[in-house]
């Protein structure tokens, strides 16, 4: 074999043992996790999807959790484009039950879509719901982050739990994918640069309840070494809430998922995720 084959095999070999080591330190994630006996409870927990989402965007993930037994898909809600709510199924005698939000217009704006979120959790508060947890994806995670700042309020169920998934927190363009990834790089003190959204965040950080606790899952592919994202969103956005939320008395976790199964739309296609999820929610 000729020099330079040798040579670029032996290479690509150490920069997948440095990946290795490197999700394994950053990431803290078991590859086998120990199973639990999860805490059955009647907290609904709500799942948004992100820009152009729809039903399979959290379908198969509430599938899995329902066939495990650990949480039962009860409701599914179509916000029509008009705004009205279509509900489906009921929270009854159900243990840990999940709530599936579609947005059939899944390309609104970020304020509209939290106006179609108030609308919810009103009506889940008027049907005896006291308190929910909210999972995002992508937009989807934006969204139930701005929720926790500013729809907390006595017509609303309190928001115990929050789980976002690759979040645009430090971007420009929260919606549509671009062909170039933003990157605000990260120094001592947090991002170098902020995006408005990021801003307005940190401008309103304080508003959050105290006792919420969150959990933020990012994907990183690992296609460069030197670059660091799900194909989609840059990790320096996602986890651009770590210098936010510690800071402000918040429990806040992160986990990173790297390689192919951490791309963007496959985040919630992972069994990873799916125990992080289950832990973070049910465990007693």
């Excluded at 508003?207 to 660091?228: E, K, Q, S, V, Y």
Aim: proline share 5%; hydrophobic share 45%.
């Amino acid at each position: 074999m000729a020099w330079w084959l040798w040579g670029l095999l032996l290479g690509a070999a150490a920069v997948l043992v440095a990946a290795a080591v490197d999700w394994w330190r950053i990431g803290h994630v078991p590859k086998h996790f120990t199973p639990i006996q999860p805490h059955l409870g009647n907290t609904p927990t709500i799942y948004i999807h992100g820009y152009s989402g729809n039903r399979y965007s959290f379908g198969h993930l509430l599938g899995r959790l329902h066939r495990a037994g650990i949480a039962q898909k009860a409701m599914v809600i179509h916000v029509k484009r008009n705004g009205q709510l279509r509900v489906q199924g009921h929270l009854l005698d159900t243990k840990n039950p999940t709530i599936q939000v579609i947005f059939c217009r899944s390309r609104a704006h970020l304020a509209t879509e939290l106006t179609w979120l108030h609308q919810i959790l009103v009506l889940l508060k008027h049907n005896g719901v006291h308190r929910v947890n909210l999972v995002g994806h992508s937009m989807g995670a934006v969204l139930v982050m701005l929720a926790a700042m500013q729809l907390p309020t006595k017509d609303t169920p309190r928001i115990n739990k929050i789980v976002t998934l690759a979040g645009p927190f430090n971007d420009i363009e929260l919606g549509k994918d671009t062909d170039e990834i933003l990157v605000y790089e990260w120094g001592p003190r947090g991002p170098f640069r902020q995006a408005p959204i990021y801003h307005y965040i940190a401008e309103k950080i304080h508003d959050l309840p105290r006792d919420i606790h969150i959990l933020n899952i990012a994907g990183d592919i690992f296609t460069i070494p030197t670059r660091h994202d799900d194909g989609v969103i840059a990790v320096q956005s996602a986890f651009a809430l770590r210098w936010l939320l510690p800071k402000a008395g918040i429990d806040y976790q992160e986990v990173l998922i790297r390689g192919v199964r951490g791309a963007h739309s496959l985040l919630h296609e992972n069994k990873l995720v799916d125990d992080n999820i289950v832990r973070f929610l049910y465990a007693s």
